[in-house]
């Protein structure tokens, strides 16, 4: 029997798929909030996506039964509601994007510690080589925006708290392995969040959303790229391949932005944003191929994952 392609074909289009996807959701925010707040954009991203994910769910006869409802609402909490409202509040209030991109660039780290300690599983010396250069990448990339903001000090916990939220939402869902489909575990996530995003959005009395056309095609922007396929293909990574192989695609996400934000917006990145983005590239490409190098603690939930 011929062996397996290493790392497998699937494995490989998904984490790529998944970066530009994820990295969507920068663009699609950049042109929603040139009508309408950050919160407005979110709070309509979320109304449309639990709607179209419902009517899905209701034609495909799917049915609603969710095994673990409280489970998959604090996945979508801290996953989503967390991260975005983190990230996205932060940069509202002036960190410099630059600066909340190296700050979520923590987030493989601090998932491997989470997966050592919550799961028992130890990251192999490729890994962890792998994620320190994922680091150093990022900070390239994002050299030229760091340093530039007009944000009070307070306002750069947001981000860090978003990264948190994601971190430990990611590996829950790894320790609890919840098995529902992914369609309807999606919708019951994204149910949860539009409710907390449209209580914020009514808090500040940005809900009413503008009637201009770019409006609501960034709307279908985020809605389609950025949540069914980010968060879509980021728990379909997750649950393949690991917390931290997930976790370290997004090193690749702010140079997929950066050529985005080059194409979409005319922005021209420096030199060394290219250099990161190399840095990255082979970040990934260590961390990912040494991911299957990995150490299983006795009795841990990934134990059984850990077999070929």
Do not use: K
């Not at 007009?150 to 990611?170: D, F, I, N, Q």
């Not at 529902?180 to 940005?206: C, K």
């Amino acid at each position: 029997m011929a062996p397996r392609p290493h790392p497998r074909a699937a494995d490989l289009v998904g984490g790529l798929a998944l970066v530009v996807a994820w990295s969507s959701g920068f663009i699609g925010a950049e042109l929603g909030t040139r009508d309408a707040s950050a919160s407005t954009l979110l709070a309509w991203r979320y109304v449309v996506a639990a709607a179209a994910l419902a009517l899905f769910v209701a034609w495909t006869r799917r049915g609603w039964r969710v095994r673990s409802p409280w489970r998959h609402a604090s996945i979508g909490l801290l996953c989503q509601a967390t991260y975005l409202g983190g990230v996205v509040g932060g940069v509202g209030l002036g960190v410099p994007p630059g600066t909340a991109a190296l700050i979520a660039a923590w987030q493989p780290l601090v998932v491997s510690l989470l997966e050592h300690v919550l799961l028992g599983r130890t990251p192999s010396r490729a890994q962890r080589v792998g994620l320190a250069l994922g680091v150093v990448g990022v900070a390239l990339v994002v050299s030229s925006d760091l340093g530039r903001g007009t944000a009070p000090g307070w306002a750069y916990l947001l981000p860090l708290a978003g990264m948190a939220g994601l971190s430990v939402g990611t590996v829950l869902d790894r320790r609890w392995r919840l098995d529902d489909d992914a369609i309807t575990g999606l919708t019951a996530q994204t149910a949860v969040v539009a409710v907390v995003m449209i209580a914020g959005a009514q808090f500040t009395g940005d809900l009413a959303p503008p009637a201009s056309t770019p409006f609501w095609l960034a709307v279908a922007w985020v809605v389609v790229l950025s949540t069914f396929g980010g968060y879509g293909l980021y728990f379909w990574v997750l649950r393949r391949n690991g917390a931290t192989t997930v976790s370290t695609w997004l090193y690749l996400t702010p140079p997929c932005t950066m050529l985005w934000a080059a194409a979409a917006f005319g922005d021209r990145p420096g030199l060394i944003a290219y250099v990161g983005t190399a840095v990255c590239a082979v970040a990934v490409v260590v961390a990912v191929r040494g991911g299957r190098e990995v150490s299983v603690g006795m009795g841990s939930p990934e134990r059984e994952l850990a077999r070929p």
